[in-house]
């Protein structure tokens, strides 16, 4: 069984500091990595996504990606209450069209 | 923007009823998908279909069927509900060239007593 494993956290932060979310995935050959953000009683929708090693950076988050440890993280700098959230690490396994989601983790920003 | 429309919020069934949860994307994509989420279990994709009349079986599909008879509308159906298909259903499309950028539905919380 392909697996996606997170934290369930809640992960709790200051506001203004760096949040870290972290994933772990089985699949050697995953191609694909994305993160969704999940507000409570909304669904979720897709903040960032990431296809190679290394760093990807868009406004305040940023996805790292390390396929040879197989973990792919993201970082959420100068966090403010409003990205209180549940985060859900994705991984496509095999250029398929099916997702393979790790359960979340929850992130409390603290005024 | 996308939109993907989920007929019903809530829904609350007995044992053994036959429910239809109803999903309408208005952006001509080729891909949709249902998914359950569950607390602790995360999303599972249940089943998804890429053309009008065509279906593929995802993780979990063992209770449940569908029907794509049109592209922009997707249908989940559970014969025969059963308490433990009480959960969020999630409803998802995207475009045939990027199926992993899902736009889903705001979600249906069925209940089965």
């Known amino acids: 069984q392909k697996e996606v494993e997170q934290n369930s956290g809640p992960l709790s932060v200051p506001e203004g500091a760096i949040a870290s979310l972290n994933c772990t995935y089985s699949d050697r050959v995953s191609q694909s990595f994305f993160w969704y953000r999940q507000y409570s009683g909304k669904s979720p929708e897709l903040i960032m996504s990431i296809y190679s090693n290394g760093d990807k950076e868009d406004g305040r988050f940023t996805a790292q990606l390390n396929k040879a440890s197989q973990y792919v993280s993201l970082l959420i700098r100068d966090s403010q209450p409003s990205d209180s959230a549940t985060y859900l690490c994705a991984v496509n396994p095999d250029s398929s069209y099916k997702l393979i989601f790790g359960s979340g983790t929850r992130l409390l920003v603290r005024p | 923007d996308v939109k993907v429309t989920q007929s019903s919020r809530y829904l609350v069934k007995r044992t053994g009823e036959k429910v239809f949860l109803e999903c309408v994307q208005d952006m001509d994509h080729e891909n949709m998908f249902w998914y359950r989420q569950d607390p602790g279990l995360g999303l599972r994709l249940i089943y998804f279909?890429?053309?009008?009349?065509?279906?593929e079986k995802g993780d979990i599909p063992e209770g449940y069927s569908v029907s794509r008879e049109k592209k922009e509308r997707f249908s989940l159906i559970l014969e025969s509900a059963s308490t433990n298909q009480t959960s969020m259903y999630l409803c998802?499309?995207?475009?045939?060239?990027?199926?992993?950028?899902?736009?889903f539905g705001a979600g249906s919380r069925l209940t089965v007593l």
């Open positions: 998802a499309s995207s475009i045939l060239s990027g199926a992993n950028v899902l736009t």
């Open positions: 279909s890429y053309d009008v009349k065509m279906k």
